[in-house]
């Protein structure tokens, strides 16, 4: 079965320091992976995507992940927070053959001044 | 790209009272529609899900319904509310199957307090 662990449910960094937020995939075939991003009280946005092309994923607002399969990770970065990167972030895989995601718990970003 | 509206944004129901929320997409025709909980400091919970017209799957047994009158037109209903269901409700939207990358679309959520 497949299923997301992100291993931090809180990162917090300093502006413009590196972001990292971890997330572990188990999947018996080549997942599709994604992460979104949900800011206080709102719906969720997609940051980035891994459909089996390019294992560097480059997302929206400088953010981007790597899929790693001899690690089943999928990790996502940032070079240097900003304070708006302040938010609930999703690892999320596809379960095989169906069109339904399996969400990771999140992983809350605080970013201090 | 889809667009999708939600309301309301925010409902405060009584224990046993009915409960509606609507959701219609913009921007695209015969997607694939959605509805989510997403309980306090909880993940996302898929509850139905709709490939088109009064097609609905249900993810988990529990107090709520869900229907799709129309191509882009997807409610999520009870007949009595409990405590339990009180949470952020996410519609969301794709086109085309999540498991070939289709990126899938999310509302601005209903907040739902059962008191």
């Known amino acids: 079965a497949q299923s997301v662990t992100q291993l931090d449910s809180h990162v917090s960094v300093s502006e413009g320091t590196p972001v990292l937020l971890r997330c572990n995939y188990s999947?018996?075939?080549?997942?599709?992976l994604f992460w979104y991003v949900q800011h206080p009280n709102k719906g969720l946005q997609l940051l980035l995507k891994?459909?089996?092309?390019?294992?560097l994923v480059k997302g929206i607002n400088g953010f981007e992940a790597e899929f790693k399969k001899s690690e089943t990770s999928f990790h996502l970065t940032k070079p240097s927070a900003h304070m708006s990167d302040a938010a609930e972030y999703f690892c999320v895989v596809t379960k095989y053959n169906t069109d339904k995601l399996i969400f990771g718990t999140g992983t809350r970003l605080q970013v201090f001044p | 790209s889809q667009t999708i509206h939600q309301w309301p944004a925010t409902l405060v129901q009584p224990v046993g009272s009915p409960l509606s929320l609507e959701c219609t997409v913009e921007?695209?025709?015969?997607?694939?529609l959605y509805w989510y909980r997403q309980a306090a400091g909880r993940g996302l919970q898929l509850l139905f899900y709709s490939v088109g017209i009064g097609q609905i799957s249900s993810e988990v047994p529990q107090n709520l319904s869900a229907s799709r009158p129309q191509d882009r037109q997807f409610i999520l209903s009870s007949k009595k509310l409990l405590l339990s269901d009180s949470g952020f409700y996410l519609c969301a939207c794709t086109r085309g199957q999540t498991s070939s990358g289709n990126t899938i679309y999310f509302g601005e959520g209903s907040w739902l307090t059962v008191v």
């Open positions: 891994y459909t089996s092309a390019a294992t």
């Open positions: 999947s018996s075939y080549s997942p599709s």
């Open positions: 921007g695209t025709s015969n997607p694939n």
